[in-house]
């Protein structure tokens, strides 16, 4: 069910598969958000090249993720949420929500952490403050999105224009090994601290909300009912727009990475956003520290409104109840300045926080494949044998890295 009477489907007018573009580079935005930023500078800044594999994989998995919502929105013409809360009872309702809306905490303190911290790099605002600003602006964007679907993907692809070109600059100043490069692409740990990392570079790039959010944001652009031949026609520009979408989140991701292993490998300091950020002005240059602080800032603002944008979509589908988006905003922001108030660190909370988005993905990916696997859901365009193989091994993948982190973590061992 549409969440507003300004996001009722209706299908938008179209001349050529560009015009169909732009749900997915939304939905891309979870996958640069500052979650991304602290897992990706501190695997780089400790460990070098040698967790690179990990954003390879996980950008790989999430191509096929984000392909599915999509598939699932625009056959069904309803989102992965309403599609669960369809066939469970009140009680299992409430607590998949239950557990959906943890996640959805999780995303928000990050995302707000990391518009916070940024404006602390940029300006010297207290934390505190900054937090509520990145609140406060985010409800203006949100409020965009009330005049229009359109409109709000065009303001949040501009600001993922923005994070591209502030956390990929650097890497034009800064030498990189390729020879250690291409040895990170081989799988591999350096013991339990490494799993931790990778585990938060997993929760951060493959991310619940955004596999919840891509069913919605297709069907409120292009309307929930098709014929045959513009369902084809969708269908094929969906595979272009995630493939796209994710190339760009992806190259964002690996050149956060490849900045970090570098630039900050071996530095003091450079175990916190603000001290990587002053380590990179230093050694880089100001106007270089200036346009990752300003690609940080734009990271948090896109991410936490799109992180609003799902949380109310998730609330609507397995509660059945609606919540103005404005509301959601005002309330979600509380824990995230809770954390900046207390005096926690700021950098460590973003890492943290991205594990519990990665022990969130199963309850929303296990799902995902079943229905889309289901001809008695998707008919002809239930996922084939081969795309069946690949959903299953990316959900074994995900729960194996999961179970190995908690077996870590409660021995002991590194």
């Not at 501009?158 to 956390?167: E, N, Q």
């Amino acid at each position: 069910m549409p969440l507003s009477k300004e996001r009722t489907p209706r299908a938008m007018p179209e001349r050529g598969l560009f015009r169909l573009l732009g749900p997915a580079f939304v939905a891309a935005i979870a996958y640069v958000d500052p979650g991304n930023v602290a897992a990706n500078l501190s695997a780089g800044a400790k460990y070098g090249y040698l967790l690179v594999w990990v954003l390879v994989l996980a950008n790989a998995m999430a191509v096929i993720v984000q392909y599915l919502s999509a598939k699932l929105g625009l056959v069904t013409g309803k989102s992965l949420a309403e599609m669960l809360g369809d066939r469970m009872p009140r009680t299992s309702r409430l607590l998949y929500w239950l557990q959906a809306e943890l996640v959805a905490v999780a995303t928000d303190i990050a995302e707000v952490i990391g518009g916070a911290i940024a404006l602390a790099i940029l300006f010297d605002l207290p934390l505190v403050l900054g937090g509520t600003i990145v609140g406060v602006v985010s409800m203006l964007l949100l409020a965009m999105q009330r005049r229009g679907q359109l409109l709000f993907e065009r303001v949040i692809i501009g600001l993922l224009a923005v994070i591209t070109v502030g956390f990929v600059a650097g890497l034009f100043v800064t030498p990189v090994d390729w020879g250690g490069v291409a040895g990170g692409l081989a799988p591999k740990f350096d013991g339990a601290e490494t799993v931790l990392l990778a585990a938060g570079m997993l929760g951060a790039t493959v991310m619940p909300h955004a596999i919840y959010l891509h069913s919605s944001l297709v069907r409120d652009r292009h309307g929930a009912q098709h014929t045959p031949d513009r369902l084809r026609r969708l269908l094929k520009a969906t595979r272009w727009d995630v493939l796209l979408s994710l190339v760009v989140a992806g190259g964002v991701n690996i050149a956060m990475l490849l900045l970090a292993a570098s630039a900050l490998r071996g530095v003091d300091g450079t175990d916190t956003i603000e001290g990587a950020a002053a380590v990179i002005s230093s050694h880089l240059g100001p106007a270089i520290g200036v346009i990752f602080g300003i690609g940080l800032l734009a990271s948090g603002l896109a991410s936490t409104s799109v992180g609003a944008y799902a949380g109310a979509d998730i609330m609507g589908g397995l509660l059945k109840k609606k919540f103005p988006l404005i509301v959601r905003r005002a309330v979600t922001l509380i824990p995230a300045l809770i954390v900046l108030g207390v005096g926690i660190d700021p950098t460590w909370a973003l890492v943290l926080s991205q594990v519990v988005l990665s022990f969130g993905i199963p309850f929303a990916l296990i799902p995902l494949v079943w229905l889309t696997g289901k001809r008695t859901v998707m008919g002809q365009y239930a996922n084939g044998i081969a795309m069946r193989i690949a959903a299953w091994v990316t959900v074994a993948a995900i729960v194996l890295l999961n179970a190995l982190l908690i077996y870590l973590t409660v021995t002991g061992q590194d």
